[in-house]
């Protein structure tokens, strides 16, 4: 475990601070949308902070995969299916103890008679209201499809989970989604200029390939 922070405390840090951009820019994006109208513009604004946000910590945890993969395929580290999930855990356990404390809240602050709390009530809000501030580019979903309801908290942490499970098992090995829909990003488009430069390098005037390396 100890191992395991010193080396990815640097990819965690960096995915909190992506969520902390993404927070301002889905809470603003859905709030304004929220204002002019609802609906269809509201669920569009909602996806697309989400969205963007899961792309954000795609790309983060995906460079670590790609970095990995030499030490992996050399044999100094074992391949872990898991290591985008945990790294991804770690960084969302703000998230997580919000989560719980919104529940908490919510079981001892809304029931009538005994167990209606009013600390829990107070608990339940501020806890609420650090959720939609921290979890800006969830916003959307929250208000359109359980607001309210304490699950939702939890259910928000699951894209982030899966993102990043599957972007370090891509990034490990060296698959590319844009790949998939022939979207080349710098990195594949300066290799293919370089091989297409090494191919005519080679070939003589005749145009058959030669061994001849250019040096003398």
Same mark, same amino acid.
């Given at each position: 475990?100890?191992? /395991?922070?010193?080396?990815?405390? @640097?990819?965690?840090?960096?995915?909190?601070?992506?969520?902390i951009a993404m927070m301002i820019f889905? /809470?603003?994006?859905?709030?304004?949308?929220?204002?002019? #109208?609802? !609906? &269809?513009g509201l669920l569009g604004a909602a996806i697309?902070?989400?969205?963007?946000?899961?792309?954000?910590?795609?790309?983060?945890?995906?460079?670590?995969?790609?970095?990995?993969?030499? %030490?992996?395929?050399? !044999?100094?580290?074992?391949? #872990?299916?898991?290591?985008? $999930?945990?790294?991804?855990?770690?960084?969302?356990?703000?998230?997580?103890?919000?989560?719980?404390?919104?529940?908490?809240?919510?079981?001892?602050? %809304?029931?009538?008679?005994? $167990?209606?709390?009013?600390?829990?009530? #107070?608990?339940? #809000?501020?806890?609420?209201?650090?959720?939609?501030?921290?979890?800006?580019?969830?916003?959307?979903? =929250?208000?359109?499809?359980?607001?309210?309801?304490?699950?939702?908290?939890? =259910?928000?942490?699951?894209?982030?989970?899966?993102?990043?499970? &599957?972007?370090?098992? /891509? @990034?490990?090995?060296?698959?590319?989604? !844009?790949?998939?829909?022939?979207?080349?990003?710098?990195?594949?488009?300066?290799?293919?200029?370089?091989?297409?430069?090494?191919?005519?390098?080679?070939? !003589?005037?005749?145009?058959?390939?030669?061994?001849?390396?250019?040096?003398?």
């Amino acid at each position: 475990m100890k191992k /395991f922070f010193k080396e990815n405390i @640097g990819v965690i840090v960096k995915l909190m601070i992506n969520q902390i951009a993404m927070m301002i820019f889905g /809470f603003t994006i859905t709030s304004a949308i929220e204002v002019i #109208s609802k !609906g &269809a513009g509201l669920l569009g604004a909602a996806i697309f902070a989400v969205v963007f946000y899961l792309t954000l910590i795609y790309n983060v945890v995906w460079e670590v995969g790609a970095k990995d993969k030499i %030490r992996i395929d050399s !044999g100094r580290e074992k391949f #872990s299916k898991l290591k985008g $999930f945990w790294i991804s855990f770690v960084a969302n356990i703000p998230n997580l103890i919000i989560a719980i404390l919104i529940l908490i809240g919510f079981i001892f602050g %809304r029931v009538e008679g005994a $167990f209606g709390y009013e600390w829990a009530s #107070s608990l339940h #809000s501020v806890a609420g209201f650090a959720a939609i501030i921290l979890e800006g580019m969830y916003l959307g979903f =929250i208000l359109l499809i359980m607001p309210g309801n304490p699950a939702m908290y939890f =259910i928000i942490i699951i894209p982030a989970l899966v993102v990043c499970t &599957a972007a370090y098992i /891509f @990034g490990a090995k060296n698959i590319r989604i !844009g790949r998939l829909f022939g979207i080349k990003n710098k990195a594949d488009k300066q290799i293919e200029a370089h091989n297409i430069s090494l191919k005519k390098h080679h070939l !003589g005037s005749d145009g058959l390939e030669s061994d001849d390396d250019g040096t003398i």
